[in-house]
C-alpha cells in the first residue's frame, strides 16, 4: 500500500513565523503535490513537482513556497505566515506514468495561524 | 478552470440512490472521483478516460459523456457507509495536475 506521511496533524503558529510542512511518500513515486483545503472551496493546488528539484506553481502559489531535495520528500514553506492561511493543508502523491493516475493523498495538516 | 459540482449537498436515506455531476466548459483528458470522510484524507473511487465511458464497482458506479466535459457519480442504494465529501478531480492535458470541484456533501441517515 502506497504510503503518505504529514509531519503534523494540528499545527498553531503566530503571524510572521516561518513554517514548515513536511511530506513523505514511500512508493517512489515521480509526482507530489500540495493542496489546501477550506469549506466550500474544494482542494486548491498550490505547488507540485514531477521530479528532484523540480516545481510547478498551481493555481494558488501566493505566499508559499516549496522544496524538493529527495524524491520521497515535499516540503511547502510559509515563509510569513499570515491568518488567511489558516487551512487544511493535503499532500498527495502519483506514480508519474503519464496520464490516467491515482493521486494518494496524505491525512492532512491542519494550520492555526494566529 | 475549477469544474463545476453539483449537487453542494444532499441527504439520503439508506437505500436511497444520489446523482452527483461534475461539469466543465473545455474537454477533459480524464476525470477523477474521490471521497473523504471527515477528518480522514480523500480516498480513489475511479477514473474516467473515455467519452461515453462507464465505469463502476459494487453500487458505486460513474459516467462520461461523449463530449468528455461532464461526469456523473452514481450511488444506488446507499449505505451509512457512503456518508462523506466527493470531489470530482478534472486532468486536461494528461500531466497528472488535477482541478478539483468544491465537493458535494453526501449524508445518509439511517
Known amino acids: 500500500d502506497v504510503k503518505v506521511t504529514q509531519s503534523s496533524r494540528y499545527l498553531v503558529k503566530r503571524t510572521g513565523e516561518k513554517v514548515f510542512l513536511e511530506c513523505v511518500q514511500d512508493?517512489?513515486?515521480?509526482?507530489m503535490f500540495w493542496y489546501r483545503q477550506d469549506p466550500g472551496l474544494g482542494l486548491r493546488l498550490i505547488y507540485f513537482?514531477?521530479?528532484?528539484?523540480?516545481?510547478e506553481k498551481g493555481d494558488i502559489p501566493e505566499g508559499y513556497s516549496v522544496s524538493r531535495e529527495k524524491k520521497e520528500r515535499f516540503s511547502l514553506i510559509l515563509e510569513s505566515a499570515s491568518t488567511n492561511q489558516t487551512s487544511m493543508y493535503l499532500c498527495?502523491?502519483?506514480?508519474?506514468?503519464?496520464?490516467?493516475?491515482?493521486?494518494?493523498f496524505g491525512p492532512g495538516t491542519r494550520l492555526l495561524v494566529l | 478552470q475549477q469544474p463545476v459540482q453539483s449537487p453542494q449537498a444532499v441527504i439520503l436515506r439508506e437505500g436511497e440512490d444520489a446523482v452527483i455531476n461534475c461539469s466543465s466548459s473545455?474537454?477533459?483528458?480524464?476525470v477523477h472521483w474521490y471521497r473523504q470522510k471527515h477528518g480522514e484524507a480523500p480516498v480513489f473511487l475511479m477514473i474516467?478516460?473515455?467519452?461515453?465511458e462507464q465505469k463502476g464497482h459494487d453500487k458505486i458506479s460513474a459516467s462520461f459523456n461523449e463530449k468528455k466535459q461532464q461526469s456523473s457519480l452514481y450511488l444506488t442504494a446507499s449505505q451509512l457507509s457512503y456518508s462523506g465529501t466527493y470531489f470530482c478531480?478534472?486532468?486536461?492535458?494528461?500531466?497528472?495536475?488535477?482541478?478539483f470541484g468544491t465537493g458535494t456533501r453526501l449524508t445518509i441517515i439511517p
Open positions: 473545455k474537454a477533459l483528458y480524464s
Open positions: 498527495a502523491s502519483s506514480s508519474g506514468q503519464g496520464g490516467q493516475e491515482t493521486q494518494y
Open positions: 513537482s514531477y521530479d528532484v528539484k523540480m516545481k
Open positions: 478531480g478534472t486532468e486536461f492535458g494528461g500531466n497528472e495536475k488535477l482541478t
Open positions: 474516467l478516460l473515455k467519452g461515453g
Open positions: 512508493m517512489d513515486h515521480e509526482n
